[in-house]
């Protein structure tokens, strides 16, 4: 006879819509967050134990768990991150506990290290291979088999073959640690006067609880040295501290930044890491002997069982926003999971996002600045060309005044940058003879022409073709010709223009991340003049030769039917000038322009961040826009656009009514077809205070169900509105 406590609800990661009931069978025993494996269908299937049963199914149809690991529990504030992050974003529970759930390899014990040592006999036959062993091991220690065989250069039968001889003593000896831990104290922190105000004003803070911290700071002006030091505070309080950054695989310099300070590599989590250096870090992070990560987005569901502060640097960027999957914002997230835990969190950005800049201006958040580029430095002169007086020349991008200046960087020795946040080398090709415009197949969009590999391509879903000799349409040879520009284009006319400038792209096409990373040190060395790069190029990288950055076209993010397009804009265009004059010497920035009255333009020249930030929050609340109010899509796709649109169009007549809500469309996405699939947008928007995830759940509980290949998509706080 089974008592109710034998039986427990189990979260498995698959997208289901809650925990299932199983017995725990006699002998074993779990606890909330155990990680279980359990019966599902016809496999096991992995689940943490979530709590006490939520039905009362009778017990003989209930399946027993299969196992229990070896594993503490996964702390409390996770699970119910879990449960928060869900009813946010509507995503399934077991979906988003596929985020925790990263590494099944990690919940296997970890596998000694095999090492050998002397035993003090002589083997029976001495060969070359042999001695170069013994030689290597005459040191009396013991050494692991891999290391051995590097050492000596013999093969794993050569050591297998002193061992059966009796001249070699097998041991297993502990994996050693992933990472050795970090010590707060490796190094005295030196700040600067300001910095160190903004340090005291942060600890002053710190009641031993929840808090938020938005470190707003010019480029340059030290906002790492200050948050590495409430890391060392963390790490001393005994907690663990976590580090998001937008673009983990770049930031091998922010890495060695941490490895001074605290005397040792952080440990990372991102997508470049193998299967066994995931698993090791995950399972280190849940026994507590990992006490500092820096990661990607993902790493914001680790298994830290006391963690005391989660940083995000560069909080503004796009990439914190996940959007396959379950839909989550990794800063709002992290927000939460800092107050379920009873952790900090701090915001650390030199162009905030709008709705922290908010919270910051309304004592939500605690706002610390730093207004003074460190060392000295100088924030760049940045003037608009007005690209109505004074265009390029016909058939060019490059504005006469902001040739000039590349030219007079180059004549000091200096290094100019040319930012266009284009890829490839033409938004589009057409045919002079017919007018045939390459589209993708699959999308409604332009096939970007990528000359330096000879394809077009779709940015939006990677169809490639070659380029073809002749129009596909009608035939005609010779009669393709390339409409705007890309980088690529650019570079071409950097070429002519600037022949003695070593010149160099930087964008994502141009290789893997490990050969951008040798781009960048490249740079860095001054091995380059001429850099043409997209925003790829404007993430943190420091130049110290780096005195002009030209923007050829400021106005490329405006136009886009999205409420965070001045934003968004205003941060790309902050984050690039910024690059110019780091370091002693004086920066000069030049912004060519169709716009040059645009509140983001006269910003950006008068220097005057306030403004933006002022006029942008009035222009948000008078429109009900984040922060003031809240927004939600719903995307509807099928393979048939009146599909699609009809399965709108009864979500629009299923939408219950509510005070203050407010529902826009359906229409056709500015993108809409993607992938084959004809896209239908809906838009929710309501005041701040109001429960829309709570809505939107209600109304799909009302709405008739998807059926065939229709789909429908939530996104709660939508980033991107294609
Ligand atoms: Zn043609
Ligand atoms: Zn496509």
């Known amino acids: 006879m089974h008592s109710q406590s034998d039986i427990v609800a189990v979260m498995v990661g698959v997208a289901v819509e809650g925990p299932y009931s199983y017995r725990v069978p006699q002998g074993m025993s779990v606890t909330r967050g155990s990680i279980v494996a359990v019966p599902l269908g016809p ?50 529970p077991g979906l988003v506990l596929r985020s925790v759930l990263r590494s099944s390899e990690a919940l296997e014990p970890e596998r000694p290290v095999v090492a050998y040592r002397l035993s003090g006999h002589a083997p029976s036959r001495m060969t070359d291979a042999r001695a170069r062993v013994l030689e290597t091991l005459a040191d009396g220690m013991a050494w692991a088999k891999a290391a051995i065989i590097g050492a000596s250069g013999v093969s794993a039968s050569v050591i297998e073959g002193l061992e059966k001889s009796g001249a070699l003593e097998r ?3 502990p994996a050693p640690p992933v990472v050795d831990p970090p010590d707060p104290d490796a190094t005295a922190p030196r700040l600067g006067a300001e910095q ?72 990372e989590w991102h997508s470049e890491m193998t299967p066994l250096q995931r698993a090791r870090m995950w399972r280190g992070v849940l026994e507590g002997t990992v006490r500092a990560v820096v990661g990607a987005r993902s790493s914001l569901f680790l298994p830290f069982r006391e963690l005391g502060l989660v940083v995000l640097d560069e909080e503004h960027d796009g990439a914190y926003k996940q959007s396959d999957g379950a839909n989550y914002h990794a800063r709002d997230m992290a927000i939460v999971r800092a107050r379920l835990a009873g952790a900090r969190a701090l915001l650390s950005s030199a162009t905030p996002s709008v ?30 060309i007005d690209m109505r007086e004074t265009p390029p020349e016909k058939g060019s991008w490059i504005a006469p005044p902001v040739a000039r200046e590349v030219f007079a960087a ?23 003879a017919c007018g045939h415009q390459y589209q993708c197949p699959d999308c409604s969009a332009w096939m970007v022409e990528h000359r330096f590999r000879g394809v077009l391509m779709c940015h939006h879903c990677g169809h490639e073709q070659r380029r073809p000799e002749a129009c596909g349409a009608c035939g005609a040879s010779e009669s393709l010709v390339a409409v705007g520009p890309g980088i690529e284009r650019v570079a071409e006319e950097a070429a002519a223009r600037f022949p003695e400038a070593r010149t160099v792209i930087v964008s994502s096409d141009m290789g893997s991340n490990a050969q951008l990373r040798q781009r960048f040190s490249e ?22 030769k780096l005195t002009f950055v030209g923007v050829l076209d400021a106005d490329l993010g405006l136009a886009h039917g999205d409420p965070r397009a001045a934003e968004k804009t205003f941060q790309v265009l902050t984050q690039v000038t910024g690059r110019a004059g780091r370091a002693t010497r004086a920066g000069k920035a030049m912004l060519q322009t169709y716009h040059p009255n645009h509140p983001v333009m006269e910003a950006m020249v008068s220097g005057d961040r306030e403004a933006f930030y002022a006029h942008e929050i ?24 009146p599909v699609a649109m009809a399965h709108a169009k009864a979500l629009l007549a299923a939408a219950p009514l509510a005070d203050g809500l407010r529902l826009f469309g359906p229409a056709d996405a500015p993108i809409a077809m993607v992938r084959g699939r004809h896209r239908v947008r809906l838009l929710a928007q309501s005041p701040r205070n109001f429960d829309l995830s709570g809505y939107v759940r209600f109304w799909l509980g009302l709405a008739p169900r998807p059926s065939g290949n229709l789909r429908v998509q939530v996104d709660i706080d939508p980033m991107s509105f294609f």
Request: glycine share 8%; net charge neutral.
């Open 43 to 92: 496999r096991l299937t992995l689940g943490v134990v979530w709590g006490p049963p939520a039905d009362m199914i009778a017990h003989n149809r209930l399946k027993d768990i299969a196992r229990a690991y070896d594993l503490p529990a996964l702390s409390a504030e996770l699970c119910e991150l879990v449960d928060w992050v869900s009813r946010y974003t509507l995503a399934p």
């Open 171 to 173: 041991l297993s000896l």
């Open 196 to 267: 160190a105000a903004a340090l005291a004003a942060i600890r002053n803070a710190d009641a031993g609880g929840f808090g938020v911290v938005l470190l707003d700071g010019v480029t340059g002006g030290g906002k790492t040295e200050v948050f590495f030091e409430v890391v060392a505070d963390t790490l001393r309080a005994g907690r663990q501290a976590l580090i998001l950054l937008p673009e983990i695989a770049l930031t091998h310099t922010f890495l060695e930044r941490f490895t001074r300070r605290f005397g040792t590599r952080p440990a």
């Open 355 to 384: 709705e922290s800049r908010n919270n910051a201006d309304t004592g939500r958040y605690l706002h610390v600045r730093l207004e003074n580029r460190f060392a000295s430095a100088q924030l760049p002169d940045i003037t608009a």
């Open 410 to 432: 180059l004549d000091r020795g200096e290094q100019a940058l040319l930012f266009l946040n284009r890829r490839g080398y033409a938004p589009l090709t057409l045919c002079k």
């Open 523 to 544: 740079i860095a060395k001054g091995e380059y003049d001429l850099i043409i790069g997209t925003q790829l190029v404007s993430k943190g990288h420091h130049f110290e």
């Open 618 to 641: 009035v222009a948000r609340e008078a429109g009900g826009l984040p922060p003031f109010g809240r927004l939600a899509a719903l995307i509807v796709s099928a393979t048939e656009q």
